[in-house]
């Protein structure tokens, strides 16, 4: 399994940004997709996740009403790739995103509960 995630970069703080994550999964829709990202010095800490059929998502509080996730739907739409954009973003933003995948049906907003983990894109919002 491989997960690319990309999209990173430097932008503006109040600006958006999108990032994408394509995943080299059998079947897409069987895997809950999440976002998570680690600043300097800190943990990694849960962003977001969307459950395989794209009818669930959860946010992080400190970014719900600005970032949302997405996902091709697998079915109609063979790129596996999962989505996040980022709107109003502020400086303590700026970390490593990473993109992670989880077969079955229980959504997890826990790091260790993701077996299978992308190499990581850089994000840096200046003020």
């Not at 009818?55 to 697998?74: E, H, L, P, Q, W």
């Not at 993109?99 to 840096?124: D, E, L």
């Amino acid at each position: 399994v491989q997960l690319q995630a990309c999209g990173g970069g430097l932008v503006q703080a109040g600006g958006p940004l999108g990032l994408s994550c394509t995943a080299s999964l059998h079947t897409f829709d069987y895997y809950n997709m999440a976002w998570f990202r680690q600043a300097p010095g800190k943990e990694r800490e849960f962003v977001a996740v969307i459950s395989g059929s794209g009818r669930r998502r959860n946010y992080a509080d400190s970014v719900k009403g600005r970032f949302t996730i997405s996902r091709d739907d697998a079915k109609n739409d063979a790129k596996n790739t999962v989505y996040l954009q980022m709107n109003s973003l502020k400086p303590e933003d700026t970390a490593v995103y990473y993109c992670a995948a989880r077969g079955g049906s229980i959504i997890y907003s826990t790091a260790q509960n993701y077996p299978y983990w992308g190499q990581g894109t850089q994000v840096t919002v200046s003020s």
